[in-house]
């Protein structure tokens, strides 16, 4: 019984002392079970992912106090802590070394300054977020939006899926980008199980399979066709880019980069697709 209880004694104190490292600095953690603070409750792990996988989804077992950091401190040569981890969204945080590898990365191959305009989010300053997406990759710590000046989106979506990304979300002038199927970091989740190999990582959908919503108003001349989906929005600019296809009942097609599509009111059959944020492929037909 004594040595039980010294073991455990132990695992708390390792748990206690966690340390996370970054390219130019390394930080004690906070566990998670020390937190009150609700705006730090995480969703439990969504039905639609099998149990082998599901620990991506999972809560932090630690997190950083911000409280004790001192925001300006460097993580990498090109960015600080404040640049993922921001004291105004909340008294914690945490965030992905690997991503902040990726970013650095970006950085030196551009040559030129990255603008972060979201890192980290607890779930409950996410909830704040108009439609954003409930297990928002932002609150695991390993998502970034971020624009670089006199750089295409698509430039940007290219680098990102170079650097390891599994995920993009382009907007008009910056870009989502998240590496969901990387590895959670053990120093915030722990151990990854012995059953999480690449495979099972690589299985994990992009995107959560939830319903798109369609909307359709009408006016006397036209119908507006828009689609809705819960994404990972930016917090600034919450509409991602959008890009319609339209074969009409006279068989001509009609394209637009309007997020709310305007179609001319006449009867027969509309097949429409549109790509959102440059990912995520949907189709609908409507019989008028």
């Known amino acids: 019984m004594a040595a039980e209880k010294a073991t455990e004694e132990t695992v708390g104190k390792a748990i206690a002392n966690q340390i996370v490292c970054y390219p130019q600095?390394?930080?004690?953690t906070t566990?998670?079970?020390?937190?009150k603070d609700p705006n730090y409750i995480y969703p439990r792990p969504p039905d639609w992912l099998s149990f082998a996988i599901n620990r991506q989804y999972t809560s932090p077992s630690a997190i950083l106090d911000l409280t004790v950091i001192d925001p300006s401190t460097p993580l990498?040569?090109?960015?600080?802590?404040?640049?993922?981890?921001?004291?105004?969204?909340?008294?914690y945080?945490?965030?992905?070394?690997?991503?902040?590898?990726?970013?650095?990365?970006?950085?030196?191959?551009?040559?030129?300054?990255?603008?972060?305009?979201?890192?980290?989010r607890s779930p409950g300053y996410n909830r704040k977020v108009k439609d954003a997406a409930k297990w928002s990759r932002h609150t695991y710590g390993d998502?970034?939006?971020?624009?670089?000046?006199?750089?295409?989106?698509?430039?940007?979506?290219?680098?990102?899926k170079k650097y390891g990304a599994d995920f993009t979300l382009t907007y008009p002038k910056h870009i989502h980008c998240d590496w969901r199927k990387s590895k959670l970091e053990p120093a915030f989740f722990g151990s990854q199980p012995l059953h999480l190999e690449d495979t099972f990582l690589q299985s994990l959908p992009s995107q959560p399979p939830e319903e798109?919503?369609?909307?359709?108003?009408?006016?006397?001349g036209q119908r507006q066709v828009a689609v809705h989906l819960m994404l990972d929005l930016d917090e600034e600019e919450g509409t991602p880019t959008?890009?319609?296809?339209?074969?009409?009942?006279?068989?001509?097609?009609?394209?637009?980069?309007?997020?709310?599509?305007s179609l001319p009111k006449q009867p027969g059959t509309y097949d429409i697709q549109v790509l959102v944020g440059g990912s995520i492929q949907l189709t609908k037909i409507f019989k008028w």
């Open 25 to 28: 600095t390394c930080f004690p």
């Open 143 to 160: 998502a970034v939006d971020f624009s670089v000046a006199e750089t295409r989106i698509a430039d940007l979506t290219a680098y990102c």
């Open 93 to 120: 945080g945490l965030y992905s070394p690997l991503v902040v590898e990726r970013m650095q990365t970006l950085v030196n191959e551009l040559k030129k300054p990255v603008r972060i305009t979201s890192g980290y």
């Open 242 to 261: 959008h890009q319609w296809t339209v074969r009409l009942p006279s068989g001509r097609v009609l394209t637009s980069s309007d997020t709310l599509l």
């Open 31 to 35: 566990p998670m079970a020390q937190i």
């Open 212 to 220: 798109a919503v369609w909307n359709v108003t009408e006016t006397s």
């Open 76 to 91: 990498s040569a090109s960015f600080q802590v404040q640049d993922f981890m921001a004291n105004r969204k909340g008294p």
